[in-house]
């Protein structure tokens, strides 16, 4: 099975600090994209940040910014000057790039932060 | 553009009943998207459209559970003769293109309880 681990299930911390959470993922293929998703309390899924595996770069968004290290599979993602809105789940993914849509999600992790 | 929307947000019906959740796509989204959360777990993909053709279902989608998409815009989901089990948040989420790797947009979900 093509799994997604997300090892921190809680995180917290102060406000306009910096946090990093975690990702860590299985494939057998050269090409994929992954995704980081943010669940607000009670409210819809919204994107956060897209890397696609060919792309050798760090993706970056605003205060968001991922750390992609493709030989160990690892996708985290770092959040800078952490806000009272960030508080949410933060769901870590992955699709394939040939055929397969569907995302495959990770457990997710609780992020507060702390006024 | 409006969002993914859906109807209802909850839902609560007694065991063995059926019922019917409905999905409204960002239009002009080609591909979409069901999949099922669970408290304290990530998304679990169930089936997926583009256009108006039923794609590919995942082998949570019992005989119980159908989708259709007509005409290619809105979807439904249907479950009969519910069970406790399927008590969950059921996701719809859309994509623009034809192929290709999108990113999914998310609508605010249907929550089942089956009591």
């Known amino acids: 099975a093509q799994t997604v681990t997300q090892s921190q299930p809680e995180m917290s911390v102060q406000e306009a600090e910096t946090v990093t959470l975690s990702c860590t993922y299985d494939?057998?293929?050269?090409?994929?994209?992954l995704f980081w998703y943010k669940q607000p309390p009670s409210r819809q899924m919204i994107l956060v940040i897209r890397?696609?595996?060919?792309?050798?770069q760090n993706a970056t968004e605003n205060r968001f910014s991922v750390n992609f290290q493709k030989a160990a599979k690892s996708f985290s993602l770092k959040i800078s000057d952490s806000q009272l809105g960030d508080t949410a789940m933060y769901f870590c993914?992955?699709?394939?790039?040939?055929?397969?849509?569907?995302?495959?999600f990770g457990t997710g992790t609780r992020l507060t932060i702390i006024p | 553009d409006t969002g993914v929307s859906q109807d209802p947000r909850h839902k609560i019906t007694k065991r063995g009943q059926n019922v019917t959740f409905r999905c409204d796509p960002i239009?002009?989204?080609?591909?979409l998207y069901w999949y099922r959360q669970t408290l304290g777990q990530g998304p679990e993909f169930l089936t997926y459209?583009?256009?108006?053709?039923?794609?590919?279902k995942s082998r949570l989608l019992s005989d119980r559970f159908s989708a259709e998409r007509p005409k290619g815009s809105f979807s439904t989901l249907e479950i009969q003769r519910t069970e406790q089990g399927d008590s969950a948040m059921y996701l719809c989420?859309?994509?623009?293109?034809?192929?290709?790797?999108?990113?999914?947009?998310f609508g605010p979900g249907t929550r089942l309880t089956v009591l």
């Open positions: 459209f583009q256009n108006e053709a039923q794609l590919e």
């Open positions: 993914a992955r699709i394939s790039n040939f055929g397969n849509e569907k995302l495959t």
């Open positions: 989420a859309s994509s623009p293109r034809d192929g290709g790797t999108d990113t999914q947009y």
């Open positions: 494939t057998s293929e050269s090409n994929y994209y």
């Open positions: 239009s002009e989204h080609n591909r």
């Open positions: 890397q696609e595996a060919y792309k050798q």
